[in-house]
Structure formats: C-alpha cells, structure tokens
C-alpha cells in the first residue's frame, strides 16, 4: 500500500522507468486531487465532469479534435460519457489529433476519478464509526484496488506511449487490454465486498457511483484500444504473411527474464534462494517471513524453497515482490493452510489463505488449502492476480471459492483444484491445462459449481479455459453424487466466459451441463463453448439451449483458446520451466 500512503501526503513518484511527461502530468493531477476533495465528493464530481463536457465540448473542441473524439468514441460502450469528458479536457483541440492521443487523455481522466475514490473510501473508514469487521475490512480491500489501478493505468499510458514499436503488435496488443481489463475488474471486487449482509449495502451505496463511472471510463478506454490494436493488426496481416514471433511454437525468452534464469528454469534442479522450515532447519519458519525479506521489484527469479511440512498461515505475495518462485517438496507434503472465511467475518477477497499478486509469480509441489469448510460460505486457499504466473503440480483444496483467478494472465499445469460452490471464480485470462477438477460432497440441499466466470464487459480479453483435462468427483462425492447436481459453471457477471475443450468429463455433470445465476441474469450474454469433449458426461445433446452456449465445431474458433492465443503464451510460457503446449 505505499503508494496509497504516498498518495495522503502528496509524495507519490512514478516509477524512474516512467517518462517524463508523465511524471509531470500525475503531480499536478495529484494537487488538483487533493484541492479538490475539500470542497467536493466523487458523485459530484463525476456528474460535473460529465456536464462540463456536455455543455461546452462543443465550444471547445476544433472540427478536427471533435472528429477524432467522435470517432474514437463510436467504438465505446459509453460514448456520450466518452465524448463529454475528453472534451472538458483543458486545451483539447490542440492535444487531441489522434486516437493514440485521445486513449491517452481518457486514461488520464480515468486516473482523476480513481484517486477521487481513494479519498472517499478514506473518509468513510475516518469518519463512520458503525462499521462492522467486514465492512473495515471490505474498505481496506478498495483501498488496495485503487492502488492496483493506478499502477495498471499508469502502466497503460507508458505502453502507449511505445505502441506500436517496442514489442510485436499482437503482444502489445494483450498487455494494454490485460492492463486495462484488470483495472475494471478492480472496481468490481470493492463493490463486491459489500455483498455478504443487508447491512453491508450501505456503504456500498455510498461508494457506487464513483466505482461504476471509472469502470465505465475504463471500458471505453478499453473499447478504444481493442478499436485500435485490431485494426493495426489486421493491416500488418495484409503486408505479410510470416507470423508474428510469440505465435510461433517456439519458446521466445521475455526480455526482462536474464540468461541465468533461463538456465536456472531449464536445469533439473533449482538452487533456493531462501529456505523455509517449520523445524527451525532453514533460513526462515514461516513463509510468510521469507517473502518479507525477498528483494522488492526484483528482475531476477527469487526461489523460495519450501520444505516438506504444514505452514498454518495466511501469506501474501503483494505486488512489489515479482519474480517469486515458491517451490515445494511434492504435493503432499508441502502444505500452507488457513481457515478465513466470510461467515466469520472476511470478504472473500482477503479470505485467501495465499494471495499472489506480484507479477511473474511462480509455484511447483505445493498444496493451498483453506480449511473452513462447506458451512462457513466463502474460503479461499489461493487468490492470483500475478500477471504472467503459472503453477505446476499443486494442489487447490477447499470448498466453496476455493480457487480465486482474479486477474491478469495466469496458467495452471498438472494441478488438482477440488470444491463444492463456484470453486474456479474470478475474472483473470486463464487457462488450465493437463489438471484434474474435482467437485467434492458439499453441504446438504448444495449444488455445486465447477466455475463462476466474471467477465463484467464485452472487450476484456478474460475467461477460464479448461483444455486436456479432467472434471469429475472426489471419493467422498462419488459415493453419493446422485443425490448432488453438479455443473461446469453459472455466469457471476454478466459477459462470463469459460471454455471446456478436449477433456474428459465424467458423469458427475448433470446432463444440462450449465445453470442460471438467477433467472435469465447473462444467459444471452454469457459465452459457454465446449469442444471435443469425452467421457460419461461429455454429451450435448441434453445441454442449456440459451442464446450465449455453444458447441464450438471448428478447430479456428477453438483454437483462439489455447495458451498461445488466449494467453500470449509463447511470449512467457518457456520461461516457467514448466511444460506446456500452445495449441490444440
């Protein structure tokens, strides 16, 4: 949370890494942040900016400028607001001469907003004195999402400021819509932790407005980068016919990953950075201890290996410790575990027992367990919002909320996720490759879910993908499933997207393969696809006839699925050390 604390006090920094320009631009929006707040609350001021826009845009913006907003704005989800708040940008006519330039004003102006938050939500935790335990701890959750948001915005503008030249068009096409469909989720998972109890309503009110106007700024920043990166792509498509470098099968090493790396994850063995053991044997006794003292925003693999033993903790990786690798001694033996839960008081966001956040995180032979059980609702073992992570032959173990993929690009390869309800939820772009899913005995009167996807806009490139695997029951579910409904999934939000393909599905899925959130909620926007599925309970003939499933047919559509595509995967899969495959 620095740079929340920095924030209060006026000192925040961009990164060294960052422009110019952009320094300069987030301290001067930082003054008028903060000048502003004295006088005026987020609801006010979203609705001013609107009006200022809509009243003199006109006025404003030369016959150029305003042609290049309106255009760039047709492609929004939103373009009244679109249009209104780029043209209450000071100067607009000589700043905006092209979409580059009006994504860029738009994602500054998003900015604004964010911050704007920031103080409302610190206001409330300063002055409502009838907050529940909850309720505190849902408003810090925000806290940390507002900060997660301005470092994706932030990211986003310094990527659009080397678009296109820096990376291949494809790859830096995914990295600004990852960005960017992130910060959206971002505002949905603060909303979301007021949704446990009536009361928790209340505050929620409160912070609604001012949420909903940056995710709806953020999605048509979002639409008009998809506009954008789209149409560049397909005019390079046309000027060549060689395939862009990440969508060959070779491995192509990132270049932030140096060449000791890339010996230390091809070798068969890893020497530790640190030790954990819970005998006192090595370097640290918790890991949470050993994350603490790994070297922040580090560019190198930092291996933190964790003997065989059971960890009773909850631990965090956050966002400034990158390039972590936990490394296990098997499945089996290496156990972290914890018990938060909702019913007791947490959100679900911070009921995880891991919460990986910074980027590149990595993790082998461990199992994540959270166990709070069937009754005490939502209780996570692993919460992922580490961009470009991946996890190999580890073990996600608890019942409902089991596996949180909150955001960004993440890959699961030879793991085992088991829970009852909505067991595989969250926004992230993932895939799950080679893993066994398994529904387990939930509480009575229960259905149990596979998957709650929670794509909430059309344009952000997120969704589960479940390929070369296995979805069946564990023992104790096998035993009694005729008396358990279970199912791939149900949509969590509204544009919800989950893709089965080439696994083997066993009987335990009832035959209409899918269920209703509540009533016709997403059912025709939702995308559920299957592909080339076996097994008992693989067949479609007695699936959900809504307007947003299908059954893919074609290898080309199915394809768009796969690590490669789906994930960028060719650009950093090889680097995990972890095997994969990028196709079908």
Same mark, same amino acid.
């Given at each position: 949370?620095?740079?929340?604390?920095?924030?209060?006090?006026?000192?925040?920094?961009?990164?060294?890494?960052?422009?110019?320009?952009?320094?300069?631009?987030?301290?001067?929006?930082?003054?008028?942040?903060?000048?502003?707040?004295?006088?005026?609350?987020?609801?006010?001021?979203?609705?001013?900016?609107?009006?200022?826009?809509?009243?003199?845009?006109?006025?404003?913006?030369?016959?150029?400028? =305003?042609?290049?907003?309106?255009?760039?704005?047709?492609?929004?989800?939103?373009?009244?607001?679109?249009?209104?708040?780029?043209?209450?940008?000071?100067?607009?006519?000589?700043?905006?001469?092209?979409?580059?330039?009006?994504?860029?004003?738009?994602?500054?102006?998003?900015?604004?907003?964010?911050?704007?938050?920031?103080?409302?939500?610190?206001?409330?935790?300063?002055?409502?004195?009838?907050?529940?335990?909850?309720?505190?701890?849902?408003?810090?959750?925000?806290?940390?999402?507002?900060?997660?948001?301005?470092?994706?915005?932030?990211?986003?503008?310094?990527?659009?400021?080397?678009?296109?030249?820096?990376?291949?068009?494809?790859?830096?096409?995914?990295?600004?819509?990852?960005?960017?469909?992130?910060?959206?989720?971002?505002?949905?998972?603060?909303?979301?932790?007021?949704? =446990?109890?009536?009361?928790?309503?209340?505050?929620?009110?409160?912070?609604?407005?001012?949420?909903?106007?940056?995710?709806?700024?953020?999605?048509?920043?979002?639409?008009?980068?998809?506009?954008?990166?789209?149409?560049?792509?397909?005019?390079?498509?046309?000027?060549?016919?060689?395939?862009?470098?990440?969508?060959?099968?070779?491995?192509?090493?990132?270049?932030?990953?140096?060449?000791?790396?890339?010996?230390?994850?091809?070798?068969?063995?890893?020497?530790?950075?640190?030790?954990?053991?819970?005998?006192?044997?090595?370097?640290?006794?918790?890991?949470?201890?050993?994350?603490?003292?790994?070297?922040?925003?580090?560019?190198?693999?930092?291996?933190?290996?964790?003997?065989?033993?059971?960890?009773?903790?909850?631990?965090?990786?956050?966002?400034?410790?990158?390039?972590?690798?936990?490394?296990?001694?098997?499945?089996?033996?290496?156990?972290?575990?914890?018990?938060?839960?909702?019913?007791?008081?947490?959100?679900?966001?911070?009921?995880?027992?891991?919460?990986?956040?910074?980027?590149?995180?990595?993790?082998?032979?461990?199992?994540?367990?959270?166990?709070?059980?069937?009754?005490?609702?939502?209780?996570?073992?692993?919460?992922?919002?580490?961009?470009?992570?991946?996890?190999?032959?580890?073990?996600?173990?608890?019942?409902?909320?089991?596996?949180?993929?909150?955001?960004?690009?993440?890959?699961?390869?030879?793991?085992?996720?088991?829970?009852?309800?909505?067991?595989?939820?969250?926004?992230?772009?993932?895939?799950?490759?080679?893993?066994?899913?398994?529904?387990?005995?939930?509480?009575?009167?229960?259905?149990?879910?596979?998957?709650?996807?929670?794509?909430?806009?059309?344009?952000?490139?997120?969704?589960?993908?479940?390929?070369?695997?296995?979805?069946?029951?564990?023992?104790?579910?096998?035993?009694?499933?005729?008396?358990?409904?279970?199912?791939?999934?149900?949509?969590?939000?509204?544009?919800?997207?989950?893709?089965?393909?080439?696994?083997?599905?066993?009987?335990?899925?009832?035959?209409?393969?899918?269920?209703?959130?509540?009533?016709?909620?997403?059912?025709?926007?939702?995308?559920?696809?299957?592909?080339?599925?076996?097994?008992?309970?693989?067949?479609?003939?007695?699936?959900?006839?809504?307007?947003?499933?299908?059954?893919?047919?074609?290898?080309?559509?199915?394809?768009?699925?796969?690590?490669?595509?789906?994930?960028?995967?060719?650009?950093?899969?090889?680097?995990?050390?972890?095997?994969?495959?990028?196709?079908?």
């Amino acid at each position: 949370m620095t740079q929340i604390k920095e924030l209060l006090t006026g000192k925040l920094q961009i990164s060294h890494n960052y422009i110019s320009v952009v320094k300069r631009k987030k301290k001067l929006v930082l003054a008028f942040s903060v000048t502003l707040l004295l006088v005026a609350a987020i609801v006010g001021i979203a609705a001013g900016v609107h009006s200022r826009g809509k009243n003199s845009g006109n006025r404003e913006l030369s016959a150029s400028a =305003h042609a290049i907003v309106k255009s760039s704005c047709s492609s929004t989800l939103y373009p009244d607001l679109c249009y209104s708040a780029l043209a209450s940008v000071p100067g607009a006519s000589a700043k905006l001469s092209s979409q580059k330039d009006v994504i860029e004003a738009s994602l500054n102006i998003t900015t604004e907003a964010v911050e704007h938050n920031f103080f409302t939500v610190k206001k409330l935790i300063k002055t409502r004195k009838d907050l529940t335990k909850r309720e505190k701890t849902a408003l810090h959750d925000c806290l940390e999402t507002i900060d997660d948001t301005l470092d994706e915005l932030h990211q986003a503008v310094e990527d659009l400021h080397e678009y296109p030249n820096k990376k291949s068009l494809s790859l830096h096409a995914d990295d600004l819509k990852t960005l960017i469909s992130s910060a959206i989720t971002n505002q949905e998972t603060c909303l979301d932790g007021f949704s =446990h109890d009536e009361a928790d309503k209340r505050v929620r009110k409160v912070l609604l407005a001012g949420q909903v106007h940056v995710e709806h700024m953020c999605s048509n920043a979002l639409a008009m980068i998809k506009n954008m990166t789209d149409t560049d792509i397909a005019n390079e498509g046309k000027t060549t016919s060689r395939k862009l470098k990440e969508e060959v099968d070779g491995v192509k090493w990132p270049e932030w990953l140096s060449a000791a790396d890339r010996r230390l994850l091809q070798s068969s063995s890893v020497t530790p950075d640190a030790v954990v053991a819970a005998d006192g044997s090595g370097d640290y006794k918790t890991v949470s201890e050993a994350v603490a003292a790994a070297p922040d925003n580090s560019k190198t693999r930092y291996v933190i290996r964790i003997k065989a033993g059971v960890y009773r903790e909850n631990v965090e990786v956050t966002k400034k410790k990158k390039n972590i690798m936990f490394l296990g001694d098997g499945r089996t033996t290496t156990i972290i575990t914890a018990s938060r839960n909702v019913v007791d008081g947490s959100t679900t966001f911070t009921s995880a027992t891991v919460a990986a956040v910074g980027e590149r995180f990595l993790a082998r032979g461990i199992t994540f367990q959270n166990t709070a059980g069937p009754s005490k609702h939502q209780a996570v073992a692993l919460r992922v919002g580490s961009d470009l992570s991946a996890f190999y032959e580890c073990d996600m173990l608890a019942y409902q909320d089991t596996l949180y993929v909150h955001s960004n690009r993440q890959f699961f390869v030879n793991c085992l996720v088991a829970g009852t309800v909505d067991f595989i939820f969250g926004n992230a772009a993932v895939v799950f490759q080679d893993c066994d899913i398994h529904a387990r005995r939930p509480n009575s009167g229960q259905k149990n879910m596979v998957t709650a996807q929670g794509r909430t806009d059309p344009n952000q490139n997120t969704g589960i993908i479940i390929q070369k695997s296995r979805i069946g029951a564990t023992s104790d579910l096998e035993q009694v499933k005729s008396n358990f409904r279970t199912y791939l999934g149900r949509p969590w939000k509204e544009y919800s997207r989950t893709v089965i393909m080439q696994s083997s599905i066993s009987d335990v899925i009832d035959p209409a393969g899918w269920h209703i959130w509540d009533g016709t909620f997403a059912l025709d926007t939702l995308f559920y696809g299957e592909y080339q599925n076996t097994g008992a309970g693989a067949g479609t003939s007695k699936r959900v006839t809504w307007k947003g499933y299908k059954v893919i047919t074609s290898a080309s559509e199915a394809g768009a699925y796969t690590p490669g595509n789906f994930l960028a995967g060719s650009s950093w899969l090889g680097s995990t050390g972890f095997p994969y495959s990028l196709g079908l």
